[in-house]
């Protein structure tokens, strides 16, 4: 099984540290160098060119506390050409290598985000968040790489990756891709293996919901199980019925129902339950593994749970919004302020929050993403006088890392190495990118971050560093670690490399 990702080539041409880390358009312009450029003022078209060569390619980050999944330890770590080489107690460098003194603090691997759709089109609009956008937002809050998924063209597999690749070619960091199955037919089949044996996919996800776009039958969903199955690829999906959430939205309407909060009383939890449900007995069926994107209820968890006590193999992904909110705010009488909230499955009532909180600190959930999909004021206002007109979405890449630190570690319910876990090693180990990801290890990539626990966070939509106006988390306080990220990350344009394990 190989898994393409779109890497940088790695240099420390120079290190940018800070120790509250802002990374402002033109700051990130400046850090980059040889081939990765920014035309204009803000966030723009990338292109490629040449630039300085390289004043440093050495690294030592020294007396912190290096955590990984299992382990951690003080230590001090040895950094060349962008990959880690040493992981010691004690390191002796000489004088032409860049030191940090990360004393105090945590060194850790950088965040993984599995789930993000970035330049997405989707409800008629295009999502802000480009390639560079929202990769710039991710560096700002210490995830250093994230798999976004690909939307086929017309159904074409091939048409959709060429559209992708395209939209990419602006990235700052590294990215990986899952690909979305719409229809069947023997062409989709063979574009699958296509996929998995030339593009290095190694994922693919099936929608039940949103009847009339992107919605699949059981039949094809069956048949894409066995596909994935025969390819050994990963099944995912989102699990809602679509055709009772369809039926639940019209409803709404007859009654006159008509803002965000129709959103939420249209798709209740338990067809969220039903769909996850549903799938796990047809990957049950097929006997293939099954991951569940965005779990958001107690009722899809607790099917994942009950698959995972009988020994299936289901991977459950809470994600950002859903264990840090619930849906007043929906109900809010301003509409702007309650359609940024709108995403699917929507965000449920209080207490689905600590619940899944609970599962993913006892390992019924596995790690965290954040599907971010992000629609300005004047996009959600599409919906102003019909709630299923307002595009699904919120923001969550740059927050995830702080708020899950806050929410999970501040409180006690999960350890440092647990957090690395949730945040970063698992994604890499279901993906099949570890330990090249997800770890502070000889051989490992660079991809570092600094925590530090004794500072603090304040979100707000005027600081944050994606293009949309608004942020789910506004106002949001925590004890926690402002991100010294090592920029290791972003100094150069993509080129594709592949990993095989």
């Known amino acids: 099984m190989s898994f393409i990702i779109f890497t940088n080539h790695y240099q420390l041409l120079h290190f940018l540290f800070f120790l509250i880390i802002t990374i402002t358009p033109s700051s990130l312009a400046q850090s980059q160098h040889n081939q990765f450029c920014v035309a204009g003022i803000g966030y723009g078209e990338s292109t490629c060119g040449t630039s300085s060569s390289s004043s440093s390619n050495k690294l030592l980050i020294k007396g912190g506390t290096v955590v990984n999944a299992h382990h951690q330890q003080i230590a001090d770590v040895y950094v060349e050409d962008g990959i880690i080489v040493a992981v010691n107690p004690t390191i002796a460098v000489g004088d032409d290598v860049y030191v940090i003194d990360a004393t105090g603090k945590f060194v850790m691997p950088g965040g993984i985000d599995p789930h993000t759709h970035l330049e997405m089109e989707f409800m008629n609009t295009v999502a802000v968040d480009d390639f560079f956008s929202g990769q710039a937002a991710a560096l700002a809050g210490g995830t250093t ?69 992107l919605m699949i039958s059981d039949e094809l969903l069956l048949e894409g199980f066995k596909k994935c199955k025969s390819l050994g690829a990963l099944a995912m999906v989102h699990a809602e019925n679509g055709d009772a959430v369809y039926e639940g939205q019209k409803k709404m309407i007859e009654l006159g129902i008509t803002g965000p909060e129709g959103h939420a009383l249209s798709r209740p939890a338990v067809l969220e339950g039903e769909a996850t449900a549903r799938a796990i007995r047809l990957a049950d069926f097929v006997n293939t593994p099954l991951y569940v994107v965005h779990v958001m209820s107690i009722d899809a968890m607790e099917e994942v749970a009950k698959a995972r006590k009988s020994g299936q193999r289901v991977i459950g992904e809470p994600v950002l919004s859903g264990l840090a909110l619930d849906d007043s705010w929906l109900w809010h009488p301003d509409f702007d302020t309650a359609a940024k909230y709108v995403m699917s499955p929507p965000i449920r009532k209080q207490g689905h929050d600590k619940a899944l909180q609970a599962a993913l600190s006892t390992g019924v959930l596995q790690l965290v993403g954040t599907d971010h999909c992000v629609f300005n004021s004047t996009q959600k206002a599409f919906g102003i006088d019909d709630f299923r007109k307002i595009p699904n979405g ?52 660079a991809d570092i971050i600094i925590l530090n626990p004794n500072s603090s966070f304040d979100i707000t939509a005027k600081s944050h560093h994606s293009r949309v106006d608004t942020n789910v988390y506004e106002g949001r306080k925590g004890k926690v670690s402002t991100f010294i990220v090592s920029l290791v990350q972003m100094v150069y344009c993509t080129a594709r490399t592949s990993i095989k394990s």
């Not at 996919?201 to 949103?210: G, L, P, R, V």
């Open 145 to 213: 790489m994230h798999i976004d998924f690909v939307i086929p063209t017309n159904g074409s597999l091939t048409a959709g990756f060429e559209a992708y690749e395209k939209k990419a070619k602006k990235s700052c960091m590294d990215y990986g891709f899952h690909m979305a199955i719409t229809k069947w037919d023997e062409t989709v089949s063979r574009e699958m293996e296509l996929m998995v044996k030339e593009k290095g996919i190694n994922s693919f996800k099936f929608f039940m919901a949103y009847k009339g776009s």
């Open 394 to 445: 919120v923001n969550g890449i740059e927050e995830r890392m702080r708020v899950v630190w806050d929410i999970m570690v501040e409180s006690g319910q999960i350890s440092v190495t647990d957090y690395v876990r949730l945040t970063s090693t698992e994604c890499a180990r279901i993906f099949n990118i570890y330990p090249k990801k997800g770890a502070i290890l000889p051989g490992s990539d």
